[in-house]
Structures are given as structure tokens and as C-alpha cells.
């Protein structure tokens, strides 16, 4: 059996981990095989844990820690990982990730303009997809939510397990998201990926629209496999 590997990306607050939740949950109601897996794994993995130090300030600022070596710790920890997606890839019809290598291109590559940030892109991309042989996505949902009402969604976010702030130093500077987004709307124009707006007329939209968009985004190309 090989797996229909979807990942779904947005700006820290956009719902990735909520949305992919009620994606699985979704799927696994229709019947179907389905496996969650998340990135960053802060407590499963050495290179998770050192993202964690890296969110929390303990190499630097953002600007103080050059992004293609942050990009190794992302990188490391899906590398780290890559037996347990292997093994949900053997077992399930459907693998969700929240978050994948389209989250580490958006953060790191909004550091950079240009082409700077052409190269960039390419050398992390190198390392995930060549290097340490990671399988690309069949599709990606990406969660286009603006920044402004991302922000609001971070500030309600309960505690997580890698930091005891409010807001890890991504999520407290909106002027980065904003460069994030940007790079997002730029990868989006790509094969594969598939937009599911998060906003109207100014607002959150609600959570359940939300989910309908993402499983239809999540399907839509091969059509809900039928199991006859």
C-alpha cells in the first residue's frame, strides 16, 4: 500500500495542527486508513529538542543565526523521524503532516531576498528531498490566514511543551510572519499545492468551512478513493 502523503502549511497561528486533526478524524469517519504526523518533534527527537533551544532565543535571534544552518535543525529532525513516516507510509492510505519541508523553505527563506533567496531554497531542498531522501508531498494544503488574525490565534495558543512563553521568537515578531506569508504565496503558485483561504470580510472563518476546504483539498485530485 502507498500512502497519499498531504501536508498542511500556514504562518504559525493559521490552524495547521487543528486543521490536520480534524482532517485525519475526518477520513478515518469515512472509512478511510489515516496517520498524523507532526513537525517540529520537540520531545521525540535530539534535533527537535535543539529547535526548541533554537525558538526560544538560546542561539540567538532570528537574524543572529544564519538560515541555512537553521535549516539543518528542521532538516534533522524529519531525517530523524524519516522511519516512523516510513512506516505510517506502509501502513495507511493517508499520512497528514502539519508542517513539512515547505514550512523550513517559508521560515528560513524569509530571511533572504531575491537571489539569495533562490539559492536558498534550493540548498534546503536539496538536503531534504536528495540528501536524506525524504518523499514529496502529493499535495499541499496551504492555510492562508493574514497575519494580523494569525497573531490573535498565537496569543490564545495554550501552553506548549517546548517553551513556557507566551510566543517563541517566530511567533512574536508579525513583521517576520508577514515576510513568511509572503514566501508561502509565492510556493503556492507551485504544482501540488492547493490555497484554502481562512479569513472573510475580516474574520476567522469558521472552523468546520475551514475543515470541508482542506478534505476536499486533501482528496480532490484523485477523488475520494472509493473502496469498492
Given at each position: 500500500?502507498?500512502?497519499?502523503?498531504?501536508?498542511?502549511?500556514?504562518?504559525?497561528?493559521?490552524?495547521?495542527?487543528?486543521?490536520?486533526?480534524?482532517?485525519?478524524?475526518?477520513?478515518?469517519?469515512?472509512?478511510?486508513?489515516?496517520?498524523?504526523?507532526?513537525?517540529?518533534?520537540?520531545?521525540?527527537?535530539?534535533?527537535?529538542?535543539?529547535?526548541?533551544?533554537?525558538?526560544?532565543?538560546?542561539?540567538?535571534?532570528?537574524?543572529?543565526?544564519?538560515?541555512?544552518?537553521?535549516?539543518?535543525?528542521?532538516?534533522?529532525?524529519?531525517?530523524?523521524?524519516?522511519?516512523?513516516?516510513?512506516?505510517?507510509?506502509?501502513?495507511?492510505?493517508?499520512?497528514?503532516?502539519?508542517?513539512?519541508?515547505?514550512?523550513?523553505?517559508?521560515?528560513?527563506?524569509?530571511?533572504?531576498?531575491?537571489?539569495?533567496?533562490?539559492?536558498?531554497?534550493?540548498?534546503?531542498?536539496?538536503?531534504?528531498?536528495?540528501?536524506?531522501?525524504?518523499?514529496?508531498?502529493?499535495?499541499?494544503?496551504?492555510?492562508?490566514?493574514?497575519?494580523?488574525?494569525?497573531?490573535?490565534?498565537?496569543?490564545?495558543?495554550?501552553?506548549?511543551?517546548?517553551?513556557?512563553?507566551?510566543?517563541?521568537?517566530?511567533?512574536?515578531?508579525s513583521a517576520y510572519l508577514s515576510?513568511?506569508?509572503?514566501?508561502?504565496?509565492?510556493?503556492?503558485?507551485?504544482?501540488?499545492?492547493?490555497?484554502?483561504?481562512?479569513?472573510?470580510?475580516?474574520?476567522?472563518?469558521?472552523?468546520?468551512?475551514?475543515?470541508?476546504?482542506?478534505?476536499?483539498?486533501?482528496?480532490?485530485?484523485?477523488?475520494?478513493?472509493?473502496?469498492?
Amino acid at each position: 500500500m502507498t500512502a497519499r502523503l498531504i501536508a498542511v502549511e500556514g504562518v504559525d497561528g493559521s490552524g495547521k495542527g487543528t486543521q490536520s486533526r480534524l482532517l485525519v478524524d475526518a477520513l478515518i469517519a469515512a472509512g478511510r486508513s489515516a496517520s498524523l504526523l507532526s513537525f517540529p518533534r520537540y520531545s521525540e527527537t535530539f534535533f527537535g529538542a535543539r529547535i526548541g533551544d533554537f525558538l526560544n532565543g538560546r542561539f540567538g535571534s532570528l537574524e543572529a543565526v544564519d538560515p541555512f544552518l537553521a535549516s539543518l535543525l528542521f532538516a534533522g529532525d524529519r531525517l530523524e523521524s524519516l522511519p516512523v513516516l516510513a512506516a505510517a507510509l506502509a501502513e495507511h492510505e493517508f499520512v497528514v503532516l502539519d508542517r513539512y519541508v515547505a514550512s523550513n523553505v517559508a521560515h528560513q527563506g524569509a530571511k533572504r531576498e531575491g537571489a539569495e533567496r533562490t539559492e536558498l531554497i534550493r540548498r534546503i531542498e536539496h538536503v531534504e528531498f536528495a540528501l536524506n531522501a525524504l518523499p514529496r508531498p502529493d499535495a499541499t494544503v496551504w492555510l492562508d490566514l493574514p497575519v494580523p488574525l494569525a497573531t490573535q490565534l498565537i496569543a490564545a495558543k495554550a501552553r506548549r511543551d517546548y517553551t513556557d512563553k507566551a510566543a517563541d521568537l517566530q511567533e512574536a515578531d508579525s513583521a517576520y510572519l508577514s515576510r513568511v506569508a509572503a514566501v508561502y504565496a509565492e510556493l503556492a503558485t507551485g504544482d501540488g499545492w492547493v490555497r484554502v483561504p481562512c479569513s472573510a470580510a475580516g474574520a476567522v472563518r469558521p472552523m468546520a468551512a475551514i475543515a470541508a476546504d482542506v478534505l476536499s483539498a486533501a482528496t480532490g485530485e484523485c477523488g475520494f478513493p472509493d473502496r469498492g
